[in-house]
Each structure stands twice: as structure tokens, then as C-alpha cells.
Nanobody, 130 residues
Framework: QVQLVESGGGLVQAGGSLRLSCAAS????????MAWFRQDPGKEREFVSGISWSRGDTYYADSVKGRFTISRDSAKNTLYLQMNSLKPEDTSDYYCGLKEERTLVGSVFDFTWVDGYDYWGQGTQVTVSS
């Protein structure tokens, strides 16, 4: 089992910055990928950014490209999301997800597919005021 705990959310003015963290514990030696998604009440969870754990390849939604940066610290088993130039439309609950090696089917993984992830954190709220 793996446990994911997000932190770093909060209230910020438009144009400001926040850094989200997602700490993983438990069986942490079989990571394939991690990602950040966000979800508003009554809406589907939306892909924000993903990273392959071993290679460090990164992926971004068009809406955050150039403003958000995903990174990971393998030694600390922690995922980060640096969010700059925040906009009111970035307001949401942010979740980190983890994909394990053992559940990977084939050689191609769709980072944007919410059902492809094996574990989720409890979420952290980000509110951007105008």
C-alpha cells in the first residue's frame, strides 16, 4: 500500500504563487508516474500535470503550460507543483495520483487518464482571488 498526503494549498491573489507538495509513504519503490489533477464540485477530475518517475519526463495541460512546473524528489518520495501567475480559474481542489509499475499495461501510459492511477491523496484546496 502507498499513502499520499498533499499540502501547500491556500488562498492567494491572482498573479501570486503557491507550491504544492505530495509526500508518498509505504511501498515506494515501484513508482512509474505521478501527476496532479484538480476537481471542482460536481465536475470530473481534470489533468493538470504529470511526470514519469524514473526518467523525469513532464506533461502539462495547455491551460497551465508556462505557468506551472512539476518536479519530484526521488530521495524524499515527494512530488511538487510550483504554480506561478495564478488565475482565479485555477481555483480548485488539487489531488496527486500515483501509477505503480506493476499495474502498467503495455509500454504507453496516458498521463491524462484519471482511471489509470492506483492511488490518490486526499486533496488540497487552492483558492485564487481576483
Amino acid at each position: 500500500q502507498v499513502q499520499l498526503v498533499e499540502s501547500g494549498g491556500g488562498l492567494v491573489q491572482a498573479g501570486g504563487s503557491l507550491r504544492l507538495s505530495c509526500a508518498a509513504s509505504g511501498r515506494t519503490f515501484e513508482f512509474y508516474a505521478m501527476a496532479w489533477f484538480r476537481q471542482d464540485p460536481g465536475k470530473e477530475r481534470e489533468f493538470v500535470s504529470g511526470i514519469s518517475w524514473s526518467r523525469g519526463d513532464t506533461y502539462y495541460a495547455d491551460s497551465v503550460k508556462g505557468r506551472f512546473t512539476i518536479s519530484r524528489d526521488s530521495a524524499k518520495n515527494t512530488l511538487y507543483l510550483q504554480m506561478n501567475s495564478l488565475k482565479p480559474e485555477d481555483t480548485s481542489d488539487y489531488y496527486c495520483g500515483l501509477k505503480e509499475e506493476r499495474t502498467l499495461v503495455g509500454s504507453v501510459f496516458d498521463f491524462t487518464w484519471v482511471d489509470g492511477y492506483d492511488y490518490w491523496g486526499q486533496g488540497t484546496q487552492v483558492t485564487v482571488s481576483s
